[in-house]
């Protein structure tokens, strides 16, 4: 009973390196999402996918690229991590209802990401 | 754009008393969701409560009721009987019910609900 599981669940990078972080849910889902949460700013959607080989922009796309070449699993990597990356990031699914509406609208998280960058 | 507001940063309560947390919305838009959900110091998002603004009838989920004035925009939480369980950040949240912008959430920013035993 797994439900969405996020790897690694703390990092500490170095500015510039590069690292991706791992979400992988077992229930079946199409919509899957990345967010990070910052005190005092809430979540913001950093990139979604809502299918497999499908990904689009959220609110703070920059400086991250995403993968869904599972329908399983959705990537996200930080090519040259920087200090303004410093958040922690939570992997969210969901499933598509009928005519791509979900009325119930639940999302399902990870446990969450925390990753500082030095 | 619609937005969600979290007028209270942090409340307190004593355990096994009552607390609303409120919450309030803009939207031009006649059909959509309302969400709380809880942050426990784990971290884990979990959903506490739901609410379709085209029921009248407001959300009861065991200790955890809603009071949804539509008209009003306003979407408040009630717990009732406060544990010690009960302390995290609770989130509301609003999406829209239109197939094209039903993918995303609209976040408040948070309260901090404290549980003094």
């Known amino acids: 009973n797994a439900g969405v599981t996020q790897t690694p669940k703390f990092r500490v990078l170095k500015t510039g390196q590069s690292m991706t972080l791992l979400c992988a849910q077992d229930m079946n889902h199409e919509y899957m999402y990345w967010y990070r949460q910052d005190p005092g700013m809430g979540l913001r959607l950093i990139h979604y996918s809502v299918g497999e080989g499908t990904t689009a922009k959220g609110e703070v796309p920059d400086g991250y690229n995403v993968s869904r070449l599972k329908k399983q699993n959705f990537l996200l990597g930080l090519e040259s991590a920087a200090p303004s990356q410093t958040s922690v990031y939570f992997c969210?699914?969901?499933?598509?209802?009928?005519?791509?509406?979900?009325?119930?609208?639940?999302?399902?998280f990870g446990e969450g990401s925390r990753l500082t960058v030095l | 754009a619609q937005t969600v507001t979290q007028s209270q940063p942090e409340m307190s309560v004593q355990e096994a008393e009552t607390v609303t947390l409120s919450c309030t919305y803009d939207?031009?838009?006649?059909?959509?969701?309302l969400f709380w959900y809880k942050q426990p110091p784990s971290r884990q998002m979990i959903l506490v409560i739901r609410q379709e603004a085209y029921k009248q009838q407001n959300a009861t989920e065991n200790r955890f009721s809603v009071n949804f004035q539509k008209a009003a925009k306003s979407f408040s939480l009630k717990i009732s009987d406060s544990q010690l369980g009960d302390a995290a950040m609770y989130f509301c949240a609003y999406r829209s019910a239109n197939a094209g912008n039903n993918r995303k959430l609209i976040w408040g920013l948070g309260t901090s609900l404290a549980v003094n035993p």
């Open positions: 939207t031009s838009e006649s059909d959509y969701y």
């Open positions: 969210a699914s969901r499933p598509k209802g009928l005519a791509g509406v979900y009325v119930g609208g639940e999302l399902f």
